[in-house]
């Protein structure tokens, strides 16, 4: 009988995009670091049309900036409701330059990084907002990921 050892916790990560899902992914993702005494990290992938607008100079700043501080404040909310310690970035979702980044791979490579024990990957319906960069990235971490994940 082989001994079971008991999952080890210490970083959660949540990628997000400006679903409304990717709240409920920040959500899961506190509600576990607390049970774990974890921590969460937050990564803001950004759209394909958001990067190719910043890599060709024609970016409105002052909107990615807003969009940004929103989620961020989102996750600190929910992240101080849990009372659990909170870290961000951003990462680009898509790149003109390497074929192989997309958002699923962007999960995998912070994922990696950080050295998350955990993920949270918002599972969401594919509704052609721009803003909505995970919808196919779930699958992607689904079947890839080394670590446990949760969607939701």
């Known amino acids: ?35 774990y005494d974890a921590t969460v990290h937050v990564v803001h992938v950004l759209g394909e049309e958001v990067v190719e607008a910043i ?15 929103a989620i ?8 101080a409701e849990h009372d659990v310690p909170l870290s961000t970035s951003v990462a680009y979702g898509f790149s003109t330059k390497m074929k192989l980044r997309h958002p699923g791979s962007v999960v995998l490579d912070t994922a990696e990084e ?20 995970l919808a196919k ?9 080394s670590q446990p994940v949760l969607s939701v």
Do not use: K
């Open 1 to 35: 009988m082989t001994e079971r050892r008991p999952l080890s916790v210490d970083l959660v990560l949540a990628p997000v995009d400006a679903s409304d899902e990717s709240a409920d992914a920040v959500a899961h993702a506190a509600a576990i670091a607390a049970q």
């Open 55 to 69: 890599e060709d100079g024609h970016v409105d700043d002052a909107q990615v900036a807003a969009d940004g501080e």
């Open 72 to 79: 961020t404040e989102t996750a600190e909310r929910i992240a």
């Open 114 to 133: 950080l050295d998350a024990d955990f993920l949270v990957v918002p599972r969401e319906p594919i509704s052609g907002d721009p803003g909505e960069v």
């Open 137 to 145: 990235a779930a699958e992607y971490v689904l079947l890839y990921a």
